[in-house]
T-cell receptor, first 112, second 115 residues
Framework: SQTIHQWPATLVQPVGSPLSLECTVE??????LYWYRQAAGRGLQLLFY??????ISSEVPQNLSASRPQDRQFILSSKKLLLSDSGFYLC???????????FGDGTRLSIL | GDSVTQMEGPVTLSEEAFLTINCTYT??????LFWYVQYPGEGLQLLLK?????DKGSNKGFEATYRKETTSFHLEKGSVQVSDSAVYFC??????????????FGKGTLLTVNP
């Protein structure tokens, strides 16, 4: 069966520090991968999606970037965090473009 | 473009009460419809889905019917439990709308069930 892992589960970072969140999927090949942010415990905002290694599409211009160095690995990064980057970050995968998407447990990011 | 509108709540019910969370959508192609549930501090879990008109998705006592004529996908449960307390998201993917790679989410409905 397929599983998705995100880490860390919780992260507290100072303003201006770098960020790296990692997501890996097991049990499937060539998945579509997604990063979402959820602010204030409610609505989801799609940040990035990827249909293959090295292929990243950005949905919203921002302080963040994403990379996909391996087929089942998706990384969310920032060079300098802002206070507004606080939130709950969720990674998801799907079988190519076929829905539904399956979500990880999320990373709660707090910026001080 | 595609959109999902759901009642934002919060919804507070007593245990064993009947639950309805309304969801309506607009889509340009051929949408599939989903309900996700998010328990406190966790990620989203797929609760149920329907891929074509008149399909009924069901899981864990929850049901939703894809109504094309009313563009709706309301979530129902006959008797809620305290353990159903969570945020519920309605979502769609649009196979013919040029954006079948993505899910469009409603804003979520917080459900609290009291004993």
């Amino acid at each position: 069966s397929q599983t998705i892992h995100q880490w860390p589960a919780t992260l507290v970072q100072p303003v201006g520090s770098p960020l790296s969140l990692e997501c890996t999927v097991e049990g499937t090949s060539n998945p579509n991968l997604y990063w979402y942010r959820q602010a204030a415990g409610r609505g989801l905002q799609l940040l990035f999606y990827s249909v293959g290694i090295g292929q990243i599409s950005s949905e919203v211009p921002q302080n963040l970037s994403a990379s996909r160095p391996q087929d089942r690995q998706f990384i969310l990064s920032s060079k300098k965090l802002l206070l507004s980057d606080s939130g709950f970050y969720l990674c998801a995968w799907s079988v190519r473009e076929v829905q539904p998407q399956h979500f990880g447990d999320g990373t709660r990011l707090s910026i001080l | 473009g595609d959109s999902v509108t759901q009642m934002e709540g919060p919804v507070t019910l007593s245990e064993e009460a009947f639950l309805t969370i309304n969801c309506t959508y607009t889509a340009t192609g051929y949408p599939s419809l989903f309900w996700y549930v998010q328990y406190p501090g966790e990620g989203l879990q797929l609760l149920l889905k329907a891929t074509k008109a008149d399909d009924k998705g069901s899981n864990k006592g929850f049901e939703a019917t894809y109504r094309k004529e009313t563009t709706s996908f309301h979530l129902e449960k006959g008797s809620v439990q305290v353990s159903d307390s969570a945020v519920y998201f309605c979502a769609l993917s649009d196979r013919g709308g040029g954006s079948n790679y993505k899910l469009t989410f409603g804003k979520g409905t917080l459900l609290t069930v009291n004993p």
